[in-house]
């Protein structure tokens, strides 16, 4: 893992940072260097007395290939990727509908396209991810968002493909994206708060993300933020769900000017300084702002990353959300470091291939 993440490495610093002996580590590492999935990389001379060669070890990404689906509740987006979650291709297809079958055959027929980018390596996992309460990383215990409940869905999927098949909670699978090859990297602690469908909240802390049976419940939805907000169908007044959500956007302001419109279109009208659209969208962005407050103050994060399919809500309302921020901060603190993601469902697709990634080099 160390060399995947970090690589290329010498054996110096390989064996400093995995405590072992220089001899255990040739006996640990020979075997990968034999199979190809390890080689040596030239560095140079790393003995100026005598101009012996340093030869760091390094993975090789292309030696196996990885497909992330994320499913949405109309569509199963898809990528291919190396050991290294570096994207080679994406596609996508519509779920035409939610049976639980009739998606697994989609995601097979998915994967099937994929694969057919890199036909001659075999593909060595399968990440889906979804919104929803998801158990030992193969049963859906519910998805609004597909109206499931207690889906077998990775015993489904095993009857379509050979791969190992691995699912997660998207947001899990996010997080850990970004940790491992992502916005995340390099930070013993930071948080992602991302907003589109749904509000979702991921953490990571001493370099290890915080995980719970409840983490895929998408609590933070239901987090206070403005006092004169609208009600949630839970009765809260003012929580993430009711201001932050692309839907609840798109309707207050569609409401507001007598039309239907899209959720780039709200945000655009906005940024041209539309009277009625700016000051609800500002609204959102400040409400935001509270909610990167509040999370900043509980876990004290080297940085916040921002994401999902809404969050170009940050671009147009910037300036609300720092009201937002400052409002619930300390006049004295620090901004933490803000970071943003691609909005696009490619970046979930390939949370869904690292979490296949982590489970191919993890072992579980």
């Given at each position: 893992?160390?060399?995947?993440?970090?690589?290329?490495?010498?054996?110096?610093?390989?064996?400093?940072?995995?405590?072992?002996?220089?001899?255990?580590?040739?006996?640990?590492?020979?075997?990968?260097?034999?199979?190809?999935?390890?080689?040596?990389?030239?560095?140079?001379?790393?003995?100026?007395?005598?101009?012996?060669?340093?030869?760091?070890?390094?993975?090789?990404?292309?030696?196996?290939?990885?497909?992330?689906?994320?499913?949405?509740?109309?569509?199963?987006?898809?990528?291919?990727?190396?050991?290294?979650?570096?994207?080679?291709?994406?596609?996508?297809?519509?779920?035409?509908?939610?049976?639980?079958?009739?998606?697994?055959?989609?995601?097979?027929?998915?994967?099937?396209?994929?694969?057919?980018?890199?036909?001659?390596?075999?593909?060595?996992?399968?990440?889906?991810?979804?919104?929803?309460?998801?158990?030992?990383?193969?049963?859906?215990?519910?998805?609004?968002?597909?109206?499931?409940?207690?889906?077998?869905?990775?015993?489904?999927?095993?009857?379509?493909?050979?791969?190992?098949?691995?699912?997660?909670?998207?947001?899990?699978?996010?997080?850990?994206?970004?940790?491992?090859?992502?916005?995340?990297?390099?930070?013993?602690?930071?948080?992602?708060?991302?907003?589109?469908?749904?509000?979702?909240?991921?953490?990571?802390?001493?370099?290890?993300?915080?995980?719970?049976?409840?983490?895929?419940?998408?609590?933070?939805?239901?987090?206070?933020?403005?006092?004169?907000?609208l009600r949630c169908e839970r009765?809260?007044?003012?929580?993430?769900?009711?201001i932050l959500t692309t839907d609840?956007?798109?309707?207050?302001?569609?409401?507001?000017?007598?039309?239907?419109?899209?959720?780039?279109?709200?945000?655009?009208?906005?940024?041209?300084?539309?009277?009625?659209?700016?000051?609800?969208?500002?609204?959102?962005?400040?409400?935001?702002?509270?909610?990167?407050?509040?999370?900043?103050?509980?876990?004290?994060?080297?940085?916040?990353?921002?994401?999902?399919?809404?969050?170009?809500?940050?671009?147009?309302?910037?300036?609300?959300?720092?009201?937002?921020?400052?409002?619930?901060?300390?006049?004295?603190?620090?901004?933490?470091?803000?970071?943003?993601?691609?909005?696009?469902?490619?970046?979930?697709?390939?949370?869904?291939?690292?979490?296949?990634?982590?489970?191919?080099?993890?072992?579980?």
């Amino acid at each position: 893992m160390e060399i995947l993440l970090d690589g290329p490495l010498s054996r110096a610093e390989l064996s400093r940072r995995v405590g072992l002996s220089p001899g255990s580590l040739t006996r640990i590492t020979k075997p990968m260097l034999e199979s190809g999935l390890l080689v040596e990389v030239s560095a140079g001379p790393s003995d100026p007395r005598v101009g012996r060669p340093s030869q760091p070890l390094d993975v090789v990404a292309a030696a196996h290939h990885f497909v992330g689906i994320k499913l949405t509740g109309d569509h199963a987006v898809g990528v291919l990727t190396t050991l290294r979650a570096e994207v080679i291709a994406t596609a996508d297809l519509p779920l035409l509908e939610h049976s639980p079958q009739a998606v697994a055959a989609t995601v097979a027929e998915l994967t099937k396209t994929l694969a057919a980018y890199q036909p001659e390596t075999e593909l060595s996992g399968l990440g889906v991810s979804l919104g929803g309460h998801v158990v030992n990383k193969s049963q859906v215990r519910s998805s609004a968002f597909l109206d499931w409940y207690d889906v077998p869905l990775g015993d489904l999927l095993a009857a379509h493909t050979d791969v190992p098949v691995v699912v997660a909670n998207d947001l899990t699978a996010l997080t850990e994206a970004t940790h491992w090859f992502g916005a995340g990297r390099g930070a013993e602690r930071f948080c992602l708060i991302t907003i589109g469908a749904g509000i979702g909240f991921g953490l990571v802390v001493h370099d290890r993300i915080v995980d719970s049976p409840d983490a895929s419940l998408g609590l933070i939805g239901h987090q206070p933020l403005l006092a004169d907000g609208l009600r949630c169908e839970r009765g809260h007044v003012g929580c993430a769900s009711t201001i932050l959500t692309t839907d609840a956007i798109i309707s207050q302001v569609s409401e507001a000017l007598g039309r239907d419109l899209s959720y780039d279109e709200c945000l655009d009208l906005a940024a041209q300084g539309d009277p009625t659209a700016k000051p609800l969208i500002d609204r959102a962005g400040y409400a935001l702002g509270r909610l990167v407050a509040a999370a900043a103050n509980f876990t004290l994060p080297d940085r916040v990353v921002l994401g999902g399919e809404g969050v170009r809500l940050v671009e147009i309302a910037h300036d609300a959300l720092l009201d937002g921020l400052h409002f619930d901060r300390h006049p004295e603190a620090t901004d933490p470091p803000i970071v943003l993601l691609d909005a696009s469902f490619n970046e979930w697709a390939r949370g869904a291939a690292v979490i296949a990634i982590q489970t191919f080099v993890l072992g579980s």
